[in-house]
Structures are given as structure tokens and as C-alpha cells.
């Protein structure tokens, strides 16, 4: 067989490059036979198919066939990497913070991948730019920046979004850092519930993990201001620049808000008193809580939504934090998570677009691009290649939702989350631990029969007299872990998670939590009350 041969087949895997009616035709039917393939994989399980073993060690073994396959031959052999998937928009899975994807913002991936552009130049992605920019406009208007001065820029996930926002850090505190290097003398600060990719990035970027100084939280989960001054000013008579602060705005598993407000105005009492030549940039992580700056402006009082009284609570509880987000120097934004698309969907959020013109490179490193045309991002960013999926999911769901509708949605997976905490809270056996946190994350545990669960909670905190008692019921909690999973396995309760350290106890232990991340629309008071049931079951089981 010659190479044209072998070529006419290659064609036929490809969409055309022009109309043709029966090859387009082909193309649909190939996409609905992957989906009729996934649509027989499901059943009344919170997964795909049937969980598989996986051998990682044979995998690595793998080689590539001598000839050709064909579309529907691959079709099905990819399929088959679906079993035991999660089904993260099914009501019994309550994991952790993966979204389920919505229809449009599916479509708007498959529109990029079908024709491929590159937003590092509009002349490779035309009016997908555009989307990009319309996107970042939105989104600067939602939380409160000028759209005209912001800026922004879709990175490769919630890590790239902080990496961002403390790079442009160390060029304020340190200009001509990207030529000269990082001094040894640059610092940055995040809580302790703070993500770790903070330790990551400062690793990553040169500055080293020694430098990322970690400020304790309070018993609401946010940064405690009194210890981040002290440790700020400690820096600062140390001689120490201050690359980056990076407040939280719904840590992962508590949904812990730090307080922007106060962080800003010490910034500036900071620059003042020490008289510094910049101001440390303020990153925002809120990945998960900028969603919630829907409700900046919506009337809690006459509540037209009419959300329940705890919810209500809750939500005007996380917007008195979240709508300060327009006074931090630059945003992370995942609408991979909050924003119901497709991985991968991040935006850092900039606001003031002079910061990204820190980063730019000079036109002689890059002869060949950037002649010509009105937007030039590869210029600035850390990657050369950026897909056009992210900002057309994000699009397709912005323009879906509304404000209205990202109300209804986040007000009720809120209104889910508090119910399984009014009906955890209803039984002597369970307590809640983020009681004081306002997302859609419930950590909790359970004890065995006997144990005063209104006190136990505080005297393993505060007392290392029960440090026994705490590694005995750290140990129980895992045990209900199993249980109610392998329960959901078959089919009779809810997938739920754990955290191994929802915080440190007062003397160093780590505190075992049970977790029910919600963010399925699809969840209502049945599922909630079914993970109930089944950690009330565990416990009997276990007695």
C-alpha cells in the first residue's frame, strides 16, 4: 500500500476543511456514537460502568501499532478509559470541589478543539480573542474592577492564576527580576488554609519554599491579621521585599473567607510607615468563592428568590467578604469550578493591566510573531500555546446563566448544604466543624455512642490531655469513611470525602474530618439526608 493510500484514509479522520454533506455527516454520527457508548456506561450509580484495577506497571509497557486504526475503533477503545469515572453531576456524589459541565460550555470546547485556535495572537484566533476579552469585561464588571483599566489573562489552571499574581509581585518589589533574577531576600505570605500550590509556585519560581511564610488561621478559617501584621513587619525590619500576600476567598475545605478589607488597609499603613518604594501585591485566590460576587447586589432583605432563612444567612454571610474582591491588586477566577465548565477554565484577573506589561517579553526574543494586529497576550504570558476552550466554556456559561441564574444555582446547592448541616447538627452523634463557613463544604465528624459531642469538640482542640481521644476518633471517622463509600459502591448512599487535617488541634495533631462538597444541581433533601442515614448506619455497624 502506497503513502496516498495510507493518506486518503488519514482524510477521512479529519473534519474537512470544506463543506462536504456526507463526510460532516460522518463526523456527527462518529461524535453521537461516542455518546450512545457512554450513555449505555451508566446506570443508577454515581459512576460510570464498572470500577476497574488499574495496572499502571503494564500500561507503561504499551507500544504503538504498525498500521492504522480506524475512527470507530479508537472511538471505543476511548470510551473504555470512562469505566469507573465519577459522575460528579449525580446527586449521590458529593466529593469534593468538581463541577458538574453544562451543556453550552461543553459545545464551546468542542467548537475550540474543532478548529484549534491560539490565543497567543489574535491573528491565530480571530474573534476567539475576543470572547477572551468579552469574558475578562464581564467578569471585572461582576466583581467591581473598571473594565477599561483591568486586564486578564485564561492560564493553565487555579495553580497558574497565584503563579501570576506573585510573579508580577516580585517585579513590583523587584523590577528587572525576569533579567537579573530573584534576590534572596523575597518573601511571600499565605495562610495556613491556604491551597498549596503557593508552596509550589515559590518553589517553582525561584523563590524558594523557606521564603513562603505561613500565617495560622483563626477558628473561622481565615487568616489571623494580628499574627500576618506582626510577621509582615517582621519582614520589613529584616529588609525583606514582599513579593506577594495571597489572601484566600474560599479555602477548599472549609470555605474559610480572609478579610480583604483589613489586609488592604494594613498594606498601606505598612507602605506608609516603612516608607517602601512599591506596594506588595494582594492576590486573591478565589477560585472557588468569585462566583459568589452574583450576589454583590442582590436584596437579601426582600429575598425575591425566595431562599430559605438559613440560606439567606449564608450567602449575605460569604458576599460581606467577597465583595471586596475589587480592592485586591489581581483575582483568580476558575469557572472550571464554581462556573459549572469543562476543565481546563481559569482566569487571572488583573486590575491594573500595566502589571501584565511587567511580564512582557522584548520584540527581538520573538522575531517571527506579534507584526501585526490589535491583541498580543503571548507577548506577556507564561505560555506560548493557550487553547480557546477556556474562555469559550466560560463564555457559553455566563451568557447562560445570568446573574439570575448563577443565583439560583450556587443559592441552592448553599440551601443543600445547610440542610445536611441542620439534620447533622439534629443528632447527638454528629457534629459540625466549619459551622461558621458559608459555602457548599460541610466537614464534620461523627463519634461513637456515650461521647458528649457538645464538649468533646473543644477539649480535643484546646486540651493535649485528650490527644488519645482525638487519635482514637480520628481513626473512628476514617472508619465511617470506608463504610458509607462502600456503600455508595453499591449503589445504597452517597459518595462523600475526607480531609486528613481539617486544621490543627492547639498542640500540632492533625483533625480528621468527614466532607461533603456539594455542587451538583441535581442534589436535593433526599441525598442530603441519605448521607445522614449512612454515617448513622456506620456508627451502628461499628458499635
Not at 202 to 221: A, C, K, Q, R, Y
Not at 277 to 296: C, L, M, Q, R, T
Not at 456 to 464: A, G, L, S, V
Request: aromatic share 10%.
Amino acid at each position: 500500500m502506497t503513502y496516498r493510500n495510507i493518506l486518503d484514509k488519514i482524510r477521512l479522520a479529519f473534519p474537512q476543511p470544506v463543506s462536504d454533506t456526507i463526510h460532516d455527516s460522518y463526523f456527527i454520527h462518529s461524535m453521537m456514537r461516542a455518546l450512545d457508548q457512554v450513555d449505555d456506561l451508566k446506570t443508577h450509580l454515581p459512576f460510570l460502568g464498572n470500577m476497574v484495577e488499574t495496572d499502571f506497571d503494564t500500561a507503561k509497557k504499551t507500544t504503538i501499532e504498525d498500521s492504522m486504526s480506524t475512527v470507530e475503533e479508537v472511538t471505543t477503545d476511548l470510551v473504555g478509559y470512562l469505566q469507573g469515572m465519577t459522575i460528579f453531576g449525580h446527586p449521590r456524589t458529593q466529593q469534593n470541589v468538581v463541577a458538574p459541565t453544562t451543556i453550552p460550555s461543553m459545545i464551546g470546547v468542542l467548537l475550540a478543539s474543532l478548529h484549534n485556535p491560539n490565543l497567543a495572537w489574535d491573528e491565530f484566533s480571530r474573534l476567539v480573542a475576543l470572547a477572551e476579552v468579552e469574558v475578562i469585561g464581564m467578569t471585572s464588571q461582576l466583581i467591581g474592577y473598571q473594565p477599561e483599566q483591568a486586564s486578564g489573562v485564561f492560564t493553565f489552571g487555579g495553580t497558574g492564576t497565584t503563579l501570576y499574581g506573585v510573579k508580577m509581585g516580585i517585579e513590583k518589589a523587584c523590577p528587572g527580576s525576569i533579567q537579573h533574577g530573584i534576590p534572596d531576600d523575597v518573601v511571600v505570605f499565605v495562610s495556613d488554609a491556604g491551597h498549596y500550590c503557593a508552596a509550589n509556585i515559590t518553589g517553582w519560581l525561584g523563590i524558594g519554599t523557606d521564603n513562603l511564610i505561613t500565617i495560622p488561621t483563626t477558628v473561622e478559617n481565615e487568616i489571623d491579621l494580628e499574627i500576618l501584621e506582626q510577621e509582615l513587619r517582621h519582614a520589613l525590619t529584616d529588609g525583606k521585599k514582599i513579593a506577594a500576600i495571597i489572601a484566600t476567598l474560599g479555602t477548599t475545605d472549609a470555605f474559610g473567607l480572609d478579610n480583604l478589607m483589613k489586609i488592604v488597609v494594613m498594606r498601606e499603613t505598612l507602605v506608609d510607615e516603612f516608607k517602601l518604594d512599591y506596594h506588595p501585591h494582594i492576590h486573591a485566590d478565589a477560585v472557588i468563592g468569585w462566583a459568589w460576587s452574583v450576589f454583590n447586589h442582590y436584596d437579601f432583605e426582600s429575598n425575591p428568590l425566595g431562599f430559605r432563612p438559613r440560606t439567606v444567612r449564608a450567602l449575605a454571610g460569604a458576599c460581606r467578604r467577597i465583595r471586596d474582591l475589587h480592592l485586591v491588586d489581581s483575582v483568580g477566577i476558575d469557572f472550571h469550578k464554581t462556573g459549572f465548565t469543562p476543565y481546563i477554565s481559569s482566569l487571572v484577573l488583573v486590575k491594573d493591566k500595566n502589571d501584565l506589561d511587567r511580564l512582557k517579553r522584548t520584540r527581538e526574543q520573538m522575531p517571527y510573531l506579534y507584526h501585526f494586529g490589535q491583541y498580543k497576550p503571548g507577548m506577556y504570558t507564561l505560555e506560548t500555546s493557550r487553547s480557546g476552550t477556556g474562555p469559550l466554556a466560560a463564555l457559553a456559561n455566563l451568557k447562560l446563566f445570568g446573574e439570575e441564574g448563577m443565583r439560583a444555582i450556587l443559592g441552592h446547592i448553599v440551601e443543600m448544604t445547610q440542610l445536611l448541616r441542620e439534620h447533622l447538627e439534629g443528632h447527638e452523634g454528629t457534629t459540625v466543624l466549619n459551622k461558621a463557613n458559608f459555602g457548599t463544604v460541610t466537614l464534620f465528624r461523627a463519634y461513637p455512642v456515650g461521647v458528649d459531642t457538645f464538649e468533646i469538640k473543644r477539649q480535643e482542640f484546646e486540651d493535649d490531655a485528650f490527644k488519645d481521644s482525638l487519635l482514637a476518633h480520628n481513626s473512628y471517622n476514617q472508619e465511617i469513611f470506608n463504610y458509607v463509600n462502600s456503600e455508595a459502591m453499591e449503589g445504597r448512599g452517597v459518595f462523600i470525602s475526607t480531609t486528613d487535617c481539617y486544621r490543627h488541634t492547639s498542640y500540632g495533631e492533625p483533625i480528621v474530618a468527614l466532607k461533603s462538597f456539594i455542587l451538583s444541581p441535581f442534589v436535593d433533601e433526599e441525598d442530603v439526608e441519605t448521607v445522614v442515614e449512612k454515617v448513622l448506619e456506620a456508627r451502628e455497624h461499628m458499635a
